[in-house]
């Protein structure tokens, strides 16, 4: 499994942006499809946004459409979620993941192989 760092979240006030970063921890051959999700307290992991491996196909949740922008990076395995419009229901921890394969729903966590360590967003109104 590739090893997911992710880096960026803080303390934000609603309205407000961040930017969260993700990165291998070493280098890869191969660049993957790769994707945000988030965990608020006492809730399960949803689903953010999610990017092709090229680049080209980009998804988001409804919740954040038009407000969350995910990229990739130059170098391989690197992606971005920049978030503007910040709301207090954004709180959660972020994770970054790679999807190694095809199988599965690029909305479903258990389609991803490798996960990030987590990073805190949190939003105050």
């Known amino acids: 499994q590739v090893q997911l760092v992710e880096s960026g979240g803080g303390l934000v006030e609603a309205g407000g942006s961040l930017r969260l970063s993700c990165a291998a921890s070493?280098?890869?051959?191969?660049?993957?499809?790769m994707g945000w999700f988030r965990q608020a307290p006492g809730k399960e992991r949803e689903f953010v946004a999610a990017?092709?491996?090229?680049?080209?196909?980009?998804y988001y949740a409804d919740s954040v459409r038009g407000r969350f922008t995910i990229s990739r990076g130059d170098a391989r395995n690197t992606v971005f979620l920049q978030m503007n419009w910040l709301e207090p229901a954004d709180t959660a921890v972020y994770y970054c993941?790679?999807?190694?394969?095809?199988?599965?729903?690029?909305?479903?966590?258990?389609?991803?192989?490798?996960w990030g360590q987590g990073t805190q967003v949190t939003v105050y109104s």
């Open positions: 990017i092709s491996t090229h680049g080209v196909g980009k």
């Open positions: 070493e280098r890869t051959y191969n660049n993957y499809a």
């Open positions: 993941a790679l999807r190694a394969g095809d199988g599965g729903s690029v909305y479903d966590f258990r389609a991803y192989d490798s």
